[in-house]
């Protein structure tokens, strides 16, 4: 059973979704956004965790990692999900978080990967899956694939689009074992 963690849009989310990947829950940092909204069309028990409903982040993410937890979830994927997770939820989870990001990791980590991708005049950039450690947008690489640049004015597009082929693959892949 699959977890997903969100903060905004959720077309990962709903890639997955529509794979019939077996997703069991779907917990965002922020209420109200539009990946919650799939999860509940889609019939998925949805939750939001704010981090001003807690003392501090350890407090959320031990929140969030029970309840994950009571939904029977198994592994974690990360899909847009724009905070840093605490030890304690990586030792629940060991070895079973993967994220999506949108660059040839270890090239541009953060938030901005496409943009600075384009800033930095190179040709490649590419869509990475990899496992999640303390690090942001570090630990081992499960699958990267390359995209063009060029048309720069269609990169976000043809991103998101791999994304959205290409992070189904894998998680479909780590269902099996
Ligand atoms: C994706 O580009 C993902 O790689 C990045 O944030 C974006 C999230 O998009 N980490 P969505 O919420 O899945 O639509």
């Avoid at 019939?20 to 917990?27: D, F």
């Avoid at 956004?33 to 409903?53: H, N, Q, Y």
């Avoid at 994304?163 to 269902?175: D, N, Q, T």
Wanted: hydrophobic share 45%; glycine share 8%.
């Amino acid at each position: 059973m699959i977890g997903v963690l969100v903060s905004g849009e959720g077309s990962n989310l709903q890639a997955l979704l529509d794979a019939g990947l077996p997703v069991a829950a779907v917990a965002s940092n922020r209420p109200g956004v539009r990946a919650l909204e799939r999860a509940e069309s889609a019939g998925v028990p949805a939750a939001a965790f704010p981090i001003d409903d807690f003392a501090d982040r350890g407090q959320r993410d031990m929140t969030m990692a029970n309840w994950l937890q009571e939904q029977g979830v198994r592994l974690v994927v990360c899909a847009g999900y724009m905070q840093l997770l605490t030890p304690m939820f990586l030792d629940r989870f060991r070895e079973r978080i993967v994220n999506v990001h949108p660059s040839l990791l270890p090239e541009f980590p953060g938030a901005r990967a496409i943009d600075e991708a384009l800033a930095a005049g190179v040709e490649t950039t590419g869509v990475t899956v990899h496992l999640v450690d303390e690090g942001l947008d570090t630990g081992p690489v499960i699958a990267q694939e390359q995209v063009p640049v060029e048309p720069r004015e269609t990169l976000a597009e043809r991103i998101h689009a791999v994304e959205h082929r290409l992070l189904p693959e894998v998680v479909r892949e780590l269902c099996a074992h």
